[in-house]
């Protein structure tokens, strides 16, 4: 079995910044792509940034600039900073994160809430 945890989510005023993570446990053998989603109320999941198993990174045009993703591999973890952040960041993010047992599948975590507001 395997297991994601995220945290960090929360109220931020606009131009605020948040750091989430999201940390993988379980039966794992190896983590390949690790990546960050976001589905804002009433609206379809969306991209957000990924990171690579040799630290390649893509992002979304929305959050080039002002997001960064990151790794830990000692600690099976994946972060996202978030800095200058706007109202229209608003929404529940998910990390999603390829991961080897004795198969590869991709795993989700619960979601953690970030709002962007006055």
């Known amino acids: 079995q395997v297991q994601l945890v995220e945290s960090g989510g929360g109220l931020v005023q606009p131009g605020g910044s948040l750091r989430l993570s999201c940390a993988a446990s379980g039966r794992i053998v190896s983590i390949y792509d690790m990546g960050w989603y976001r589905q804002a109320a009433g609206k379809q999941r969306e991209f957000v940034a990924r990171i690579t198993s040799g630290d390649d990174t893509n992002y979304a045009d929305s959050v080039k600039g002002r997001f960064t993703i990151s790794r830990d591999n000692a600690e099976n973890t994946v972060y996202l900073q978030m800095n200058s952040l706007k109202p229209e960041d608003t929404a529940v993010y998910y990390c999603?994160?390829?991961?080897?047992?004795?198969?590869?599948?991709?795993?989700w975590g619960q979601g953690t809430q970030v709002t962007v507001s006055s």
């Open positions: 999603s994160v390829n991961i080897k047992t004795s198969f590869l599948r991709t795993y």
